[in-house]
């Protein structure tokens, strides 16, 4: 029986642990932390208690003062605890793009939730940890800078593990186009989550199927070259307009369902 609940505590412990999310466009952060009331001497499950956003069991919080970060959509949502029987009031809060504090506090016998804290997210994402949005590489307002920014986008959207292939970038300016393509596969190796197929392994398919690496190449063909490359995911783009109104557009595509995965557009 003790071994039971000794796992039974270290399972909860660990997904309390666990519950912490990355921030994507159009959500907002919800911060919650757990204080007060409960005596040292009362039973760790019985400090335990289970967090609803819009009716749905979120996460269990334990430790008092550990804050607990959970990613919902932007909009109308509602808060609220429970143990056992026993249910918090619930608050209703609008989401937009904001980091929103709520305060649980207990006792023995009752639950409070409170509204303690809002204000802008002052980033995009929490900082990276695995795959998420890199917001060291985004200073730079010429092509570079682009890049990054729509890299980071795709990044944001692609599975770890997948394997890519940076097909074509079209664009006026050959050197720029080249430029991005290797720019972009250097960037998507770095990140140590994927594997991106070879430029040598590229360049046969290129010959054999009649495209240029920097031209237009159609979704049908992409999908095609990517399915024979073995690669999950394709990529292609393109450089458009003239002087101050240029912009990099990016495209991820499953190669199994041929759809759009992701897009960027970045303008420099």
Known sequence: MKKIISFFILAVGFLHGAYT???????????????GGVAASITTAFKMVDLYIDGQKKTIISSDNQKTRIAVPNGEHSIY?????????????????????FLIETTPLTMKVSKINEKALEIASPPQTGRSRNN???????????????????????????????LSVSSRDRETGEFVLEELAYILVDTGLYTVV??????????????????DVDDGSAVSIGKMLGANIVITGSISGSDSTRRLRLKALDVQTAEILAMASERF
């Open 136 to 166: 060291t590489r985004t200073a730079s307002g010429d092509i570079e800078g682009a890049l990054n920014r729509a890299a980071d986008e795709l990044i944001y959207a692609i599975e770890e593990g997948t394997t890519i292939a940076v």
């Open 81 to 101: 605890t429970a143990r056992g029987i026993a249910k918090s009031n619930t608050v209703a809060f609008t989401a937009n793009s904001s980091e929103i504090e």
């Open 21 to 35: 999310q990355n921030v994507g466009p159009g959500e907002s952060l919800i911060i919650v932390s757990k204080t």
């Open 198 to 215: 070879d430029r040598r392994s590229l360049d046969v398919i290129r010959k054999e199927q009649d495209f240029q690496m920097t031209g």
